[in-house]
């Protein structure tokens, strides 16, 4: 069943879906050729817009940790800003890109389940049991159920344990911020990653985080740091514009304009499927819930 979440004057592009606060980031664009992303509850109501310091026609997003990632079409870069306050952006992306890509994901461990999600029935509500195990909050999902923290605080990899500090913007760490005494904090990492010098900012121990952007004709892996650039997927008909990942069954998914159909395959290309081709006049932005199995995306008609 296809139900309309949210409906808007500005043109809708890119979605992602942040399982972490449970919302729906999206990118807009006025008439007058400014770019802003915004964000809503899975019902629609809309929590925040923040302006994007570029404009362009096209823009793709994928939201991980405390950060939006995007492409900026004017310098064919991908760029990072945070998703609570918007502000200054940082380049991750070295180099110019042949092609400008239309849509990004991040692909990383922090972002995979570490249970079994699939639904099953009956539904129990694990939460209402005493040995859910999380530390703050729990929400129950058809045949499972999965941990979940307050703005401010970073669930550990344990998917149980919320570790932080109150304030909405985690005292200025990039990623854990550690309560000491009232009112005092220090910055901590996530496991595969250690404090940086500055004793806020984290960098990777581990395997880092790569992105999976689409750009007219194929699909490339990237490193953050610049040092692969390969693709995944040709697309000789062209005109890709939305991306995203599953982690739960490491399938990528992306959309075309010009066959107006979405699709589904491995990350390295290959099992390439076709899932939805009616009711899509010009899709633009998708986004999988893996967590609640739901396909969501924007069209323009």
């Not at 699709?263 to 076709?274: F, H, I, N, P, T």
Request: glycine content about 8%; aromatic content about 8%.
């Amino acid at each position: 069943m296809i139900t309309t979440v949210l409906k808007i004057p500005e043109r809708l592009g890119a979605l992602a879906v942040d399982q972490t606060d449970k919302r729906l980031f999206w990118v807009q664009f006025s008439q007058e050729g400014e770019v802003a992303y915004g964000s809503c509850d899975y019902n629609g109501n809309v929590i925040n817009v923040i302006s994007l310091p570029l404009q362009a026609q096209s823009v793709g997003i994928s939201v991980f940790l405390e950060n939006i990632y995007y492409n900026d079409e004017a310098t064919q870069t991908i760029q990072q800003v945070n998703k609570y306050s918007g502000g200054k952006a940082n380049s991750v992306s070295p180099k110019r890109m042949a092609h400008p890509p239309v849509d990004v994901k991040v692909v990383h461990p922090l972002n995979q389940p570490t249970e079994d999600i699939t639904p099953v029935l009956p539904d129990v509500n694990e939460c209402g049991l005493w040995d859910h195990g999380c530390s703050l909050g729990c929400e129950n999902i058809p045949g499972s159920y999965f941990c979940t923290c307050p703005k401010g605080y970073a669930l550990l990899p344990d998917r149980k344990t919320c570790r932080g500090c109150s304030s909405s913007d985690r005292g200025g760490c990039s990623q854990l911020c550690v309560p000491l005494s009232p009112g005092r904090w220090e910055c901590d990492c996530l496991p595969g990653y250690q404090l940086h010098r500055d004793g806020k900012r984290c960098k990777a121990t581990g395997p880092p985080p790569y992105l999976l952007f689409a750009n007219s004709v194929d699909i490339r892996h990237v490193d953050l740091d610049g040092t692969s650039n390969h693709g995944v997927m040709k697309e000789p008909r062209g005109a890709l514009v939305a991306l995203d990942y599953d982690p739960v069954q490491n399938k990528m998914y992306f959309a075309s304009t010009i066959l107006k159909q979405i699709e589904r395959a491995d990350l390295d290309g290959g099992s390439r499927e076709v899932l939805i081709t009616e009711g899509l006049d010009s899709p633009e932005g998708l986004a999988v819930d893996w967590v609640n199995r739901q396909l969501y995306w924007t069209d323009r008609g």
